[in-house]
């Protein structure tokens, strides 16, 4: 048994060096300066969930099936915004082991604290919505709205597999690897949420979508500035990986921006229809969910988009045959290879 450490300080003048990697850096150095701009709009543009304008969101004016496909929007949502937080907060604990720039600890420090205001956005919006605070343990008003909840059960039961993974992958990658995930992630959630910021008719989604497009593009920028950075001088074995990766993101952010494969989500067969009855119903109800063409639309050109980033760092891209684009055939992903979040 290992008795108390013996003390050295009284034996030599400095101590021994520290065995690396150690989690604090005491170093502030600053090279990648156009993310301070990035962290100075972040420190500008914070806010606070709670206070949106919740007064003037009339809960009472929606019908049950109205406010249950509407919650359950936010429930998918959640899905992915509720696993942020510890997504990212496990990449700002890498961005210290790793001693990375002052700047950038900061940076995934504005990420972390935006995703865990979005995930209190979808709580409080569930939470009006249902008159309750979670959406697996609430009690269905209509048929649709049960039918729903079993969507939401299975949901969340396949997000439940990937943080496994996630925690084996974050000691494992890169940084650089980690960004290529991160940022299809933002691509898409930028767009998706300005464009239900712009449809949506209540004002207390239409604000919270809009500060939440924001933030996402934010972290874009985030993730394309490190990319600049790190990507000139990316090894051969790590451009594979990320090719994966996006094909991996590609199939579990459908989930939230398109709809899930079924090849990928263990999900049951009536899944979709149940899904797209709740999406016209909300869409009926003034809640702008882009309909199934404008998804697909966007999903391609945020594909495109990141397709365009990879090619100048001569990373290959996969094979995303749902959106007409070609590229590498890529098979046998699990949710245990998932590294994306929103
Ligand atoms: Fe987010
Ligand atoms: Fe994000």
Redesign the pocket.
Known sequence: MAGPKEKIAGTMEFPPPTPQPNVYPLSWENVTMKLQEVWESAQREYWDPEKLPWDTLDVSKYTWEQRESIAYWWTILSVF?AS?PPVFASALIKTYELHEEDVVRRCFFSVTR??QN?EQMCGLVITKMLDHTDPLTYEPKTDLGRRLQRNAKWLYYNGGRYWEGFKNAVPKYSLAVLFSSFLMGEIA?ATIFHQMAAGCKELVFKEGFSK?GK??GRHMAIVLTLMERDYPKLPPEEKEIITKQIRAGYLFLSAVLFEPPMEFWDIPEDFIATQREAEEMARQAGFHIPDYETKKENWRKAMLNLKGVLDKYDTEFPAIPEVGITGKEITDIEMEDIIPV?
């Open positions: 915004d942020a935006d995703e979005h959630a939440i933030d996402e929103f």
